[in-house]
């Protein structure tokens, strides 16, 4: 149930915060895939309340704000994108900016606006399918792949990521994100952009296992992990299925299960 968090996300979105040129959300149930995106403030957007209000459960969600750096503020170049790969459908936000992304070459999919972002998920969902025509039968060598792609693009710039298929859910931080993981016993958390305090007690049940990943914790009186430049997380039903860290940045052992 994402109610909460996403009341004092999307007040960042011109409300608390900066990020005005539009805003989005997906997320995956029952097997299928939905997405909302709108090009105005999500502080004062109808459909954004409409959202915040509904009943969601999902296992992965997925929702951006966005302050414009490359490309006009329209509907086209609004998060989260989404690809179709291995008959899934991929969803993806990036917060950062990127230099010399148009020298990145697109041999199999196209963007639809006019961003940095888009045009870096379309080159590296293109490296994923060029490495792998057809679904790995690694697990471990999907994230290996995917976690030198997000290295690759870091070198360009700023590129925070949040992308999912479904099953899982990949975070790859180049500057800033930060994540909480809660479970039984719940207890109660207190937005940090309104006065809103809600009891977890009340809305779980002891088996749930809720974590959230944001670029700048949504609570403050919870303690945040921040993650570290270079770090991958793959989550799987609110779990850490494997962490993977950049070479450039510790010798430490690629994939740490």
């Known amino acids: 149930d994402i109610c909460f968090s996403l009341t004092g996300f999307l007040r ?41 209000d509904y009943p969601i459960k999902s296992n992965v969600v997925i929702s951006h704000i966005r302050q414009a750096n490359v490309g006009g503020v329209r509907l086209a170049n609004t998060h989260p994108f989404t690809r179709e790969m291995w008959g899934r459908q991929w969803c993806y936000a990036h917060n950062g900016q990127l230099q010399a992304w148009e020298t990145l070459a697109l041999p199999f999919y196209a963007p639809v606006g ?11 969902m293109g490296e994923l399918r060029r490495r792998f025509p057809s679904p790995p039968a690694c697990h471990e060598s999907l994230w290996k792949a995917l976690h030198e792609i997000c290295e690759h693009l870091r070198t360009l710039g700023v590129f925070n990521l949040l992308l999912s298929d479904g099953h ?75 962490r993977l860290v950049s070479q450039r940045e510790a010798n430490s052992p690629l994939v740490d299960k």
Not at 14 to 19: A, C, F, I, R, Y
Not at 178 to 184: D, F, G, K
């Open 12 to 52: 960042r979105g011109g409300g608390t915060g900066p990020h005005r040129d539009g805003w989005g959300i997906a997320f995956y149930e029952e097997g299928g895939y939905r997405d909302f995106r709108d090009p105005h403030p999500s502080a004062d957007s109808p459909i954004a309340r409409l959202i915040r």
């Open 114 to 124: 006019t961003t940095d972002s888009e045009h870096a998920f379309c080159w590296l």
């Open 168 to 242: 899982y859910l990949y975070c790859f931080c180049s500057t800033k994100l930060a994540h909480i993981t809660r479970r039984a016993p719940f207890g109660k958390a207190q937005l940090s952009d309104t006065e809103i305090v809600v009891d977890f007690v009340e809305h779980t049940t002891s088996h749930d296992v809720v974590s959230v990943i944001a670029t700048e914790p949504l609570t403050d009186n919870e303690r945040w992990t921040r993650m570290e430049p270079g770090e991958m997380l793959v989550w799987r039903h609110g779990e850490v299925q494997a």
